[in-house]
């Protein structure tokens, strides 16, 4: 399996077993690879984070969300009910959610290599982040299907 397989492949261990065990959500991976089709196509907004990494390759990493899968999120997370949560803590909960999943991927992928993960930042998920111009496909996308809605995920290198 090349690299881009194998990320791919510890992506999607990472990220099922983080929404599983830390915010007790199953998840299913869809075929589906069109993240503007998950953003524009809401009727809700949806909240995005992205952190920039550097290791053995640098790119950034990202998560997409529609606000009320954020809200059920940061409550399964906290113990909290939606209703009482401020959007300050569902930032952080989508900043951490992509902090662990980047950071699981990329032991998953090598854990003798040392990744340096940026700080998560919110970003505006209509504006993807750009992607390597050498001409290669350098992109990963995972798409995830819960109980409720679907978000994904998104690796760039380059």
């Given amino acids: 399996m090349n690299r881009m397989g194998e990320l791919k492949e510890a992506m ?4 099922s077993e983080i929404l599983e065990t830390m915010f007790f959500t199953p998840v299913e991976f869809s075929e589906e690879q069109d993240l503007n089709l998950l953003i524009r196509s809401r009727e809700e907004p949806v909240v995005s984070a992205q952190l920039i990494f550097n290791g053995p390759f640098a790119g950034n990493f ?3 969300a529609p606000v009320p899968l954020a809200k059920e999120l940061t409550a399964n997370l906290l113990g909290l009910e939606e209703e009482n949560l401020g959007r300050e ?3 952080a909960t989508i900043k951490e959610l992509l902090n662990m999943v980047a950071g699981k991927t990329f032991s998953l992928y090598d854990s003798q290599s040392v990744f340096d993960l940026g700080v998560p930042d919110m970003v505006e998920a209509t ?6 111009s050498n001409g290669q496909k350098n992109e990963i996308t995972v798409i995830v299907e819960t109980v409720s809605d679907i978000l994904g995920f998104r690796l760039a290198i380059g």
């Fill in 62 to 64: 990202s998560v997409f």
């Fill in 12 to 15: 999607k261990d990472s990220i």
């Fill in 89 to 91: 803590q569902i930032e």
């Fill in 127 to 132: 504006e993807l982040p750009p992607v390597a």
